[in-house]
Nanobody, 114 residues
């Protein structure tokens, strides 16, 4: 069955960095575009970033552009999100998945606070 397992979240101070990982299984990872979305406390889901199946095309929400970098390793069936210059407003549960299938993992908590 399809599994998406996020990791790498935690508590970080403003201006700090975190790298999220998403291990995928149960489908042909290398053939699928992948995305990150997030949900802040009391708010709806917000799209963060997407990457095409080959990794050559990436897109970002304006709120994270220039600070976050999405990447993937198709040999390892793993998706990444490098988050730099983190702000308190980046605090959220981050989910990886497939937008087209509305398929998401269980999420990993990121908290940005001093």
């Amino acid at each position: 069955q399809v599994q998406l397992v996020e990791s790498g979240g935690g508590l970080v101070q403003p201006g700090g960095s975190l790298r999220l990982s998403c291990a995928a299984s149960g489908f042909t990872f290398s053939s699928n575009d992948m995305s990150w979305v997030r949900q802040a406390p009391g708010k709806g889901l917000e799209w963060v970033s997407s990457i095409n199946s080959g990794g050559g095309t990436t897109t970002y929400a304006d709120s994270v552009k220039g600070r976050f970098t999405i990447s993937r390793d198709n040999a390892k069936n793993t998706l990444y999100l490098q988050m730099n210059s983190l702000k308190p407003e980046d605090t959220a549960v981050y989910y990886c998945g497939r937008l087209s299938a509305n398929l998401w993992g269980q999420g990993t908590q990121v908290t940005v606070s001093s």
